[in-house]
């Protein structure tokens, strides 16, 4: 997603349940150094693939968040609020939000199209 025009540039999708995460590391896709990943904490070890990438911080079972960690983790997630939203956007298409039922040959063709869908409506607003 672009963070300005919030238009979905790029899709990725893989055979059957799997984390966003394993897909990205399967693809083995190439992000330009100077690409600020904003990633959940579903993406620990992102770092690694991508050094230009920002996690928020995980407490432990010891120890809780400091202050300052939990002002960090907020200000990321205002950052990342916006792909929240497409998302959420997206997942208004009934097909995206429950279980898919029909041919899996046709789910990229069916997201693709949808996502062309969204990115006609926020041209057009």
Do not use: W
């Amino acid at each position: 997603m672009h963070r300005e025009s919030r238009i979905i540039i790029a899709t990725a999708f893989g055979q059957g349940r799997k984390h966003d995460f394993q897909l990205f590391k399967e693809s083995r896709v190439q992000l330009a150094a100077k690409v600020v990943c904003l990633a959940d904490k579903g993406y620990v070890g992102i770092t690694q693939l991508h050094p230009n990438s920002r996690i928020p911080v995980k407490k432990s079972k010891r120890y809780s968040l400091t202050a300052e960690e939990k002002k960090a983790n907020r200000a990321l997630a205002k950052e990342r609020i916006y792909a929240e939203h497409v998302i959420g956007r997206l997942k208004v298409f009934r097909i995206l939000s429950e279980r898919y039922r029909n041919r899996r040959k046709r789910f990229r063709l069916r997201f693709n199209l949808i996502a062309a869908i969204y990115n006609l409506e926020i041209a057009s607003s």
